[in-house]
Every structure is written in structure tokens, then in C-alpha cells.
């Protein structure tokens, strides 16, 4: 298995919803990241998890709250998100930080924020 | 400060070999990388560098110049399904972190 998969693909919320993104990995890899995607942007890092534990928060608003359950699952919780927050993200791993080589990304959700 | 550069667009016909340039200063430095991405995809890996020179891989290639802070990405024989974002990437071992460029829409046409 060499694929990260993200779900749920499309997410439309309102600004008062809570919701979560899913991110699984079954590589063994050990570093985890999420990135934040605009149209016709590059992506830009949000979060990395390494061995479970938050190594790099890029000064990321609180209504972003990143959960590594174990070490094939990483969640983003949403809460009260505003519509400038829609765009894709991108979950990606490898296999440890510092970054030895490449990152794997998911197809990524299409987050609409209302 | 950290600034990695490419051009915006590019375009090409069919057959022919497009250059995509990068050049970058970022703090740290330990490795290149170039990624593809089609509109509404995950990028996917096509290649890293970390000492100068040109690394072949079938139709793409990339080269590396420490010293020049320049990477540049060559295809060949170019197809209808390469048209895509490339994005260069480089390994900030001070921030510990990729740092991605704008990318590169690269259209191919018949």
C-alpha cells in the first residue's frame, strides 16, 4: 500500500459547523503533515506530526486543531471556520522529519466554507 | 529571507521539450525537489536533488547548481497529459520544512 487517502473528498460547512478531515497512511511512515492549498497557490504547511507528537504549528488559527491518533491516522477538527479557510487540503507523509526524501500526498478535500 | 521563483505559465506543443526553471534563497538548504500536479490533484513526486548535476528519469530530467541557487526541470517528447502545475520544492533543514514555490502551469498543445 503506497497511497495516503483523505476523506471526505468535497466538504461544504457553514461558519457555525464543526467538522473533521480524515488522513490515513498504512507505510509506516512516521512524520505526517497537512497543507493548505488556494486556487493556483502552492501548497503551504499547516501542521507536522512526527512519532505522533505536534512538531511544527505554522502559527495556524485555534479554529484549526490538528489529532494524530496513531501513527497511520492524522484528523484536522474544524470549528467555526470562515470563508476565506475554503480550500484544498493536502495531507502528505514520509517516512520521518527531518524530511529524507519525498513526501506522498492524498488527493486532498475541497473544503467550502459558507 | 526564503523566495523561490519560477515562472507563472508556460506553453508548448506536442512532441517538443520545455525547460521549467527554479531559483531559490532560503536559509537552509538540503535538496530540490519537483513535484507535478494536475488541476483539483495531489502533487506527485518527480524528482529530487541534492548535489549539483542532472538526475534522468525516462522523459524528465533535473538539474541542480548549489552554488547558483538554480534548479531547472526538463521534459522531453512532451504529451497532451503533461500539461499540469509544476512545483519546486526545496528542503529547508533550518526550518525543517518544504518550502514550495508558486509553480509552473505548463499547457500542451496539439
Known amino acids: 500500500d503506497t497511497e495516503v487517502t483523505q476523506t471526505p473528498k468535497h466538504l461544504v460547512m457553514g461558519m457555525t459547523n464543526k467538522k473533521s478531515l480524515k488522513c490515513e497512511q498504512h507505510?509506516?511512515?512516521?512524520?505526517m503533515y497537512w497543507y493548505k492549498q488556494k486556487a493556483k497557490k502552492p501548497p503551504e504547511l499547516m501542521f507536522v506530526?512526527?512519532?505522533?507528537?505536534?512538531?511544527i504549528n505554522e502559527s495556524v488559527p485555534s479554529r484549526f486543531s490538528p489529532e494524530c491518533p496513531n501513527s497511520s491516522l492524522l484528523n484536522l477538527h474544524l470549528h467555526a471556520l470562515q470563508p476565506e479557510d475554503s480550500a484544498l487540503y493536502l495531507c502528505?507523509?514520509?517516512?520521518?522529519?527531518?524530511?529524507?526524501?519525498?513526501?506522498?500526498f492524498g488527493p486532498g478535500t475541497r473544503l467550502t466554507v459558507l | 529571507g526564503q523566495n523561490i521563483d519560477q515562472p507563472t505559465e508556460m506553453t508548448a506543443t506536442e512532441g517538443a521539450i520545455v525547460q521549467i526553471n527554479c531559483t531559490y534563497q532560503?536559509?537552509?538548504?538540503?535538496?530540490l525537489f519537483w513535484y507535478q500536479q494536475h488541476a483539483g490533484e495531489a502533487p506527485t513526486f518527480l524528482s529530487y536533488?541534492?548535489?549539483?548535476g542532472l538526475e534522468e528519469k525516462g522523459r524528465f530530467s533535473s538539474f541542480l547548481s548549489r552554488s547558483k541557487g538554480y534548479s531547472y526541470l526538463l521534459l522531453k517528447e512532451l504529451q497532451m497529459k503533461d500539461s499540469a502545475s509544476y512545483l519546486c520544492?526545496?528542503?529547508?533543514?533550518?526550518?525543517?520544512?518544504?518550502?514550495f514555490g508558486t509553480g509552473t502551469r505548463l499547457q500542451v498543445f496539439p
Open positions: 536533488n541534492v548535489l549539483d
Open positions: 502528505a507523509s514520509s517516512q520521518e522529519v527531518p524530511l529524507p526524501n519525498e513526501q506522498f
Open positions: 520544492a526545496v528542503r529547508d533543514d533550518e526550518a525543517d520544512k518544504l518550502i
Open positions: 506530526y512526527s512519532y505522533e507528537k505536534l512538531s
Open positions: 532560503t536559509s537552509g538548504f538540503n535538496g
Open positions: 507505510m509506516g511512515h512516521r512524520a
